[in-house]
Structure formats: C-alpha cells, structure tokens
C-alpha cells in the first residue's frame, strides 16, 4: 500500500477540488514513461487518498469511492511547431478568461492567483486562430533538487490550456478534464522561458478532445499531452 496521498488547497481547480493536471500527475507518478488518467470524480483537498498500485493500473480512492485511474500509455499526436515567445505574448494578452473566470482561483490559470503562488498561464488565440499559446517562466519554487520543473507541475501547465482552447470549438459551456495523457520528453529547467501551446482535434458530443504542448522557447518540445474534458453543463 502506498501513503497517503493529501492534495493540499494551494493546488486547487474549482474552489473545493484539485487541478485535475496536478492530480493526474500524483495518480500517475509511479509510472515510468507516458501515462494516461482517466478521473471519475473530482479530488478532494485536504484529506488522505488513498493510491492503490495494481498489476496494470494504479487507483485514486477516498475511502471506497474511485476517483481516479492510471495506466501507461503511449501518444501520437501530430504537433504543432511552436510559435515565438513574442507571439505566445500577443496571444495571452487576448486571454477570454481574465474577467470572467469559472474557477478564477485555479492554481494554473486562475487570475487571481499571485505571482509565484499560481503558475498564471493565461491562453489566447494566435494570430491565426488556429490553436491558443501562452508564455510561461517556472518559478524556481517548482523545481526538484536538480533544478528541473517537477512532473506534476508540467502535467498542471499542460492541462488548463487543454480545456480553454475547446472555445475554438464554438459554443461550448461548462467543462471538467475527463482524462489526460502526457509524455514528457525532456525535463525543463526551472525560471526558463517556455510557450505553452493548444488545439483543438475533435469533438464528439459533450467530449472534447484537445492537444497540448510545452516548448522551450527556442522551439524544442518538452512534453505532450491529449485530453478529453466533458461539457457538464450546456451554454443554451
């Protein structure tokens, strides 16, 4: 049996429930190479989960409820080059959520997030509109002994962008991260510039499936991931 897992506050999405990127990465950490993560009700903060490895798998639970499950994986994903950090700029600078915020304090993307608190990662739409970037320098305060950017934290930036690029698809109301599958390539060091990147790739009903990316900001990739997140609630 592993310890207990305790996702604290600091690492919330909604008000009451983890980042589902950070919480993907800390159901997935036993598991060497890409990892895919299916949630199946949002994590609480604050209190023991418990992680139960298993022969293919590993388990997220709260008491006898399943939260979430872990496999590997592999991804294949046709990416993107990178754009510029000028460009990634202009982008952020359009970010749609800034004033009107589902989850204003979410620890990725969340505006109200203070600097070095947050990682503040605000997407908007490039020149085109064809994907969403945004910059990102990590905070040295996310960095492991060695100075590169923990997994969790690159899974976290993969993540947001995921959900706020699906506006491309139209109307689109609220949405949870469903699942995530990320491979990190190379880690990346810790208060080096970044672009985060987002596309959308289909959507099926209330599934809205999406690619991410993190670059160095000479254009090299870092890390991938593909996503699903579910329309909870419709506009209309």
Not at 208 to 221: E, M, P, Q, R
Request: glycine letters at 8%.
């Amino acid at each position: 049996m592993a310890p207990p897992l305790v996702i604290q506050p600091r690492f919330r999405g909604p008000p009451d429930s983890a980042n589902g990127g950070y919480a993907c990465a800390m159901v997935a950490g036993s598991i060497a190479g890409a990892a895919e993560v299916t949630l199946h009700a949002p994590p609480p903060l604050g209190q023991p989960l418990d992680l139960r490895p298993d022969e293919d798998r590993v388990a997220l639970l709260a008491g006898d409820e399943l939260l979430a499950t872990a496999r590997p994986t592999t991804i294949d994903l046709d990416v993107p080059a990178s754009v510029s950090l000028e460009e990634a700029r202009r982008a952020s600078s359009r970010y749609e959520w800034m004033d009107d915020h589902p989850y204003p304090t979410c620890f990725v993307c969340g505006p109200q997030r203070p600097v070095g608190d947050g990682l503040r990662i605000f997407p908007g739409a490039i020149d085109d509109r064809s994907r969403y970037a945004a910059p990102w320098t990590p905070d040295p305060s996310l960095a492991d002994a060695d100075g590169q950017v923990r997994p969790e934290f690159v899974w976290a930036a993969l993540d947001c962008p995921s959900g706020i690029v699906t506006d491309l698809f139209g109307d689109v109301g609220l949405i949870l991260l469903g699942r995530l599958a990320v491979d990190i390539s190379r880690p990346i060091a810790a208060g080096s510039p970044c672009v985060v990147t987002s596309w959308p790739l289909q959507r099926d009903g209330r599934k809205l499936h999406t690619g991410s990316a993190l670059f160095s900001d000479n254009g090299d990739v870092h890390a991938i991931a593909r996503a699903v997140w579910i329309e909870v609630r419709s506009s209309r």
